[in-house]
């Protein structure tokens, strides 16, 4: 039960609102002198026919006494309401030291969850720019994990189109195998912006790309052996940096795999007279929902993006039976994914509308979109490099006989990356800047975790054990009661992450659940006084690593218990 739910309870009994409705109206008043929560009266002046600070006012008298609040007091046109301290304290810590990671965990199973996240090209370098989606993608799987659903991660691999034709132009001209094979992404991608360049001054080149490409969807031998061995070299690169991020796939389908899944959708379009040509191409009209229409067909025959997003739409429902199916691509595929979801339902298919795009914001270098063809990449496995060998650097320098360094600086290292991205508002566009990821201080991932180190610590020390008698907590140390309160919004704080597909919210919480924690340690001589002071307050320790470890698991990110 949350604390709104409590105090609607028991405010029910005086007000002529159910529990439901009184909840919905709580606020948190601007300062905690005000109360812990406030009732707006301004709802009940037509049902009392008094004004609400008259209503304010009755309501105080009449709650007067209540043992179930440490005090109610009317303020204006507001009920302020103070909770029992001592009662809630003890409830909150029991609760997750009974619960441990399950505490705001549901254990329904709610149905499966497809997660479409990551989706790098083939051939081209892991850039920063893929980071987002792969790491909001990911916390927002094990957000609806916690939540009873079932999720399904799809990285659906940029493993077919044009491009493949560029580059095999730029390799049977310019291409060395031993080169390729000694660096093949480093090597494809210095192709790759070489046939650009090149093309500037030779446009005959896109016609042998097309060329190349045409080959490649005949099946000739030369040219699906090339794509084979781009594509193989290039997961072995990837897998290096989804291992860093510690991020797992159930499914590695691309691009390819839908090849001979799109047919079938252009016929069934064309069965339900859905298909009218446009210019020698072949669409679907959607004027009816003010979207431009979705072309389906090329000219020539050859299928689009829009036909192979309707044909893993269906195999996704047909194979997983989603009872939603969510696409972690940026925000300026929205277009895309909107006309998809309609042609969808102009087929009949109701379970189009458990679709959802899930935008974002681009990595902008320079204020400018990061662009592989003119070699502005920067490449996410140095990035993790740069920030592990910092992370390294420091604990030499401040914690040097540190057990397992390399491990925990690949911990803080990847964290730092990993928080810098999600706690930002996943549709701001964010500015590459490697020196914020590598601050230890603030609101940084290394600093959530250190505050878990530090609390981990504490415990060793004072030699906690689960053993030990429920303690009497003494309220009235500073910071604890907003401890007690955050700790309490832990499982509303996860709810809301994934109602709206937002990872930030629990970033934002850890970083006030750390600050008020370091704030209680600093006022604090945790470690002295009485036996039982001790155990009250390592208690509340204890209950801070659960959430803070658990908050850091959902984004994604270790917790070290020492740095």
Request: charged share 25%; glycine share 6%; aromatic share 10%.
């Amino acid at each position: 039960m949350t604390i709104q739910q409590y105090t609607a309870q028991h405010l029910e009994k005086v007000i002529d609102l159910p529990a439901s409705g009184i909840e919905k109206t709580l606020e948190v008043p601007p300062d905690r002198s005000l109360g812990d929560l406030a009732f707006p009266c301004f709802i009940l002046a037509k049902t009392f026919k008094k004004s609400p600070v008259q209503i304010a006012q009755t309501l105080a008298e009449e709650l007067k006494g209540s043992t179930h609040f440490e005090r109610i007091e009317a303020a204006g046109p507001y009920l302020n309401i103070f909770l029992p301290k001592k009662q809630l304290t003890q409830a909150v810590i029991s609760e997750i030291l009974e619960n441990g990671q399950l505490y705001g965990s549901e254990t329904t199973n709610k149905g499966t969850i497809i997660i479409d996240l990551s989706s790098p090209n083939i051939a081209k370098p892991f850039s920063m720019g893929h980071l987002r989606s792969t790491v909001i993608g990911n916390a927002i799987a094990n957000i609806a994990s916690k939540k009873g659903y079932q999720p399904y991660r799809i990285n659906h691999l940029g493993d077919w189109g044009t491009q493949f034709g560029k580059l095999m132009t730029a390799y049977t001209k310019w291409g060395d195998e031993a080169a390729v094979k000694k660096s093949p992404i480093k090597e494809l991608n210095t192709l790759y912006v070489k046939y650009h360049e090149e093309v500037k001054g030779n446009p005959d080149l896109d016609n042998e790309g097309r060329e190349w490409f045409k080959k490649l969807e005949d099946g000739d031998e030369e040219a699906r052996k090339l794509w084979s061995w781009f594509r193989e070299e290039s997961l072995k690169e990837f897998q290096k940096i989804y291992d860093l991020l510690d991020v797992q796939f159930d499914s590695m389908n691309g691009e390819a795999f839908y090849n001979d899944k799109m047919k079938p959708v252009v016929e069934e379009l064309s069965e339900k007279k859905l298909l009218i040509e446009s210019e020698g191409a072949m669409v679907v009209d959607l004027s009816e929902f003010n979207l431009p229409p979705a072309l389906i067909q090329k000219k020539d025959g050859a299928s689009l993006y829009t036909t192979r997003d309707l044909a893993a739409a269906k195999y996704r429902k047909v194979t997983y039976q989603f009872v939603k199916s969510l696409y972690v691509v940026g925000h300026e595929q929205s277009l895309h994914f909107e006309q998809v979801k309609k042609v969808l339902s102009k087929m009949g298919y109701a379970w189009a509308d458990d679709m959802e795009h899930i935008p974002f914001g681009m990595i902008l270098q320079d204020g400018k979109k990061m662009s592989t063809r003119k070699g502005k990449t920067v490449l996410l496995e140095e990035v993790l490099t740069q920030t592990i060998q910092q992370a390294k650097e420091n604990i030499e320098s401040k914690n040097p006989t540190l057990e397992n360094k390399e491990l925990v600086a690949e911990m803080v290292g990847v964290g730092a990356v990993i928080f810098n991205d999600l706690k930002q508002s996943r549709l701001n566009s964010v500015e590459f800047d490697i020196s914020s990821m590598l601050r230890f201080e603030g609101e940084t991932g290394p600093y959530v975790q250190y505050t878990h180190a530090r609390a981990c610590t504490l415990l060793a020390k004072g030699e906690w054990t689960t053993e030990e008698p429920a303690p009497s907590y003494d309220v009235e140390e500073p910071y604890l009661w907003e401890i007690i309160l955050t700790l309490e919004k832990f499982p509303g704080t996860v709810d809301r992450a994934l109602k709206e597909y937002e990872p930030s919210i629990i970033s934002r919480y850890l970083i006030e659940l750390s600050r008020f924690f370091n704030q209680y340690y600093g006022k604090v001589r945790i470690l002295s006084g009485t036996k039982e002071k001790q155990m009250a307050r390592l208690n509340v320790a204890k209950a801070v690593t659960v959430v803070l470890e658990e908050g850091l698991r959902l984004l994604g990110i270790k917790a070290p218990e020492k740095m």
